[in-house]
């Protein structure tokens, strides 16, 4: 069983950046591949971006792609989501996740952390 608690979310503006942290534990946490998902009001859990549990690669939605990097510190078994030139659009709670391997993962994570709201005011 892996555990994973994301924090980090809050209220920006349009334009700012927030980095998001998601610290895992528990048995074998270490060794899964771990990305972020986010979900919207009235819309879909739609996938960010994933990195291996080595940090030696990465992932994105093709959407993701540009304002948004993933990063990881195994030595604290913590992923980071920087998002940069955040929009009102990106306004959603974003999800910690860990699955066997990249893309796996893009399609569902087999742990889940509990979300942080992301809010952006234009």
């Known amino acids: 069983q892996v555990q994973l608690v994301e924090s980090g979310g809050g209220l920006v503006q349009a334009g700012d950046s927030l980095r998001l942290s998601c610290a895992a534990s528990?048995?074998?946490?270490?060794?899964?591949?771990m990305g972020w998902f986010r979900q919207a009001p009235g819309k879909e859990r739609e996938f960010v971006g994933a990195i291996t549990w080595r940090g030696d690669s990465t992932y994105y939605a093709d959407s993701m792609k540009g304002r948004f990097t993933i990063s990881r510190d195994k030595s604290k078994n913590t992923v980071y989501l920087q998002m940069d030139s955040l929009k009102p659009e990106d306004t959603a709670v974003y999800y910690c996740a860990a699955g066997a391997s990249l893309i796996t993962l893009s399609r569902g994570g087999r742990y889940w952390g509990q979300g942080t709201q992301v809010t952006v005011s234009s």
């Open positions: 528990g048995r074998h946490a270490s060794s899964y591949a």
